[in-house]
T-cell receptor, first 114, second 111 residues
Framework: NAGVTQTPKFRVLKTGQSMTLLCAQD?????MYWYRQDPGMGLRLIHY???????AKGEVPDGYNVSRLKKQNFLLGLESAAPSQTSVYFC?????????????FGPGTRLLVL | AQSVTQLDSQVPVFEEAPVELRCNYS??????LFWYVQYPNQGLQLLLK??????LVKGINGFEAEFNKSQTSFHLRKPSVHISDTAEYFC?????????FGAGTTVTVRA
């Protein structure tokens, strides 16, 4: 199993450009999450999904959109990138079963917005 | 929503010395707590978790944590660190099926 994979690993954007980050998991997990990591702030939840076709806002959703068309994929979109969105983005997934609360993380995507 | 506070942002430690990373959580009826580790340029990896039962939880790589309900704490400890333990450590609490993370503690192990 590859676990959780993220594409791309690194990207540079100009202000106003758009892009999509792809997260894929091969563990048949129901729940998927997108976080951003900034120095001194830990990880903050952007959006999450509890199943195919469902999405919900997290702690810092502004400026981002998501889609979960397939169970194994969770896409994070930036419609008009801003320098404040320079960050490291992590995707995670977890099964819904009680007692299986562990989230499994991808390797991250480093995004620089100029 | 429940939250966690990591009391130390940076912890320098010598190799083979013990280390303790402090984490306090906001009180609640029931709480699920986690410690994750992030090695340089990698994603997060679960070290250990407390769901219920014994208050002393053992994790991977020789780490353990103690759940203390009266002090609302979940401190992480290792009796003897190695250079390879240099990493950032995150405490987290479960809210429904989401996690809320602390700001992180950077541990730097020196020879």
């Amino acid at each position: 199993n590859a676990g959780v994979t993220q594409t791309p690993k690194f990207r540079v954007l100009k202000t106003g450009q758009s892009m999509t980050l792809l997260c894929a998991q091969d563990m048949n997990h129901e729940y998927m999450y997108w976080y951003r990591q900034d120095p001194g702030m830990g990880l903050r939840l952007i959006h999450y999904s509890v199943g195919e076709g469902t999405t919900a806002k997290g702690e810092v959703p502004d400026g981002y959109n998501v889609s979960r068309l397939k169970k194994q994929n969770f896409l994070l979109g930036l419609e008009s990138a801003a320098p404040s969105q320079t960050s490291v983005y992590f995707c995670a997934s977890s099964p819904p079963t009680s007692g299986q609360e562990t989230q499994y993380f991808g390797p991250g995507t480093r995004l620089l917005v100029l | 929503a429940q939250s966690v506070t990591q009391l130390d942002s940076q912890v320098p430690v010598f190799e083979e010395a013990p280390v303790e990373l402090r984490c306090n959580y906001s009180s609640s009826v029931s709480v699920y707590l986690f410690w994750y580790v992030q090695y340089p340029n990698q994603g997060l990896q679960l070290l250990l978790k407390y769901l219920s039962g014994s208050t002393l939880v053992k994790g991977i790589n020789g780490f353990e944590a103690e759940f203390n309900k009266s002090q609302t704490s979940f401190h992480l400890r290792k009796p003897s660190v190695h250079i390879s333990d240099t990493a950032e450590y995150f405490c987290a609490v479960r809210n429904d099926y989401k996690l809320s993370f602390g700001a992180g503690t950077t541990v730097t192990v020196r020879a």
